[in-house]
């Protein structure tokens, strides 16, 4: 079994910052791509973030330049430092990881629960 733990979420004022984390846990052999993705209220879910094992990141257009990924492989977790929040950033944020469990060949994907990040104008 695997489980994605997310934290961070939170009410924030437009202009300030907040990081998400997200920690994988569970019968895992790799993690390959991590990431986040965020779904405001009756809008379809969007791709923020993802970031490779080996570094690459992608980012959406809308996030370029105000929110950055990072992993910590170690301890199999992922972040987004989210800075200079807009009021259009509000929304569901949800880590994704792409994992190979312990005595499987492929990879499945994972998602965690959810955490809400509302920016007030």
């Known amino acids: 079994q695997v489980q994605l733990v997310e934290s961070g979420g939170g009410l924030v004022q437009a202009g300030g910052s907040l990081r998400l984390s997200c920690a994988a846990s569970?019968?895992?052999?790799?993690?390959?791509?991590m990431g986040w993705y965020r779904q405001a209220p009756g809008k379809q879910r969007e791709l923020v973030a993802t970031s490779t094992s080996e570094g690459n990141t992608n980012y959406a257009d809308s996030v370029k330049g105000r929110f950055t990924i990072s992993r910590d492989n170690a301890k199999n977790t992922v972040y987004l430092q989210m800075n200079s929040l807009k009021p259009e950033d509000t929304g569901v944020y949800y880590c994704?990881?792409?994992?190979?469990?312990?005595?499987?060949?492929?990879?499945?994907?994972?998602w965690g629960q959810g955490t809400q990040v509302t920016v007030s104008s």
């Open positions: 994704n990881a792409k994992i190979m469990r312990v005595g499987l060949v492929y990879e499945y994907d994972y």
């Open positions: 569970g019968s895992i052999f790799r993690i390959n791509t």
